[in-house]
């Protein structure tokens, strides 16, 4: 069996200290495409690298599809089934309350924070 380094694992580009400390800092509350972008990595290495790394999202995190989740149901969904849809499909524990200051914060009727 190949020893596999957590640096490297083979590809061609492999992750620098500097890169690392980079998605150290930004991973838990930076959406990973614009992690991705600044790194000059794909969304998939850099949540590959995340994982490898035990770096999590913030528990206030919301990422993209979730809050295209949450726009897309709005009309048809109340805050609570949102909420329940959220976890059978991301795994996401948010409250109603969580599901409505987002939604407000999405169309520019609350500030974000």
Not at 38 to 58: C, F, P, Q
Request: cysteine-free.
């Amino acid at each position: 069996m190949a020893n596999k380094s957590p640096v490297n694992r083979g590809h061609t580009d492999p992750w620098t200290a500097d890169q690392i400390a980079v998605l150290t800092k930004l991973y838990p509350k930076t959406h990973n495409e614009i992690i991705a972008g600044e790194l000059g990595k794909s969304e998939r290495s850099i949540r590959a690298k995340a994982t490898l790394l035990k770096i999590k999202k913030a528990s206030y995190f919301w990422d993209r599809p979730e809050e295209t989740f949450v726009l897309k149901n709005w009309d048809a969904m109340s805050p609570d089934e949102i909420s329940k849809g959220l976890k059978e499909k991301f795994g996401m524990d948010k409250t109603k309350w969580s599901v409505i200051n987002k939604y407000r914060e999405l169309k520019g009727l609350r500030q974000k924070k």
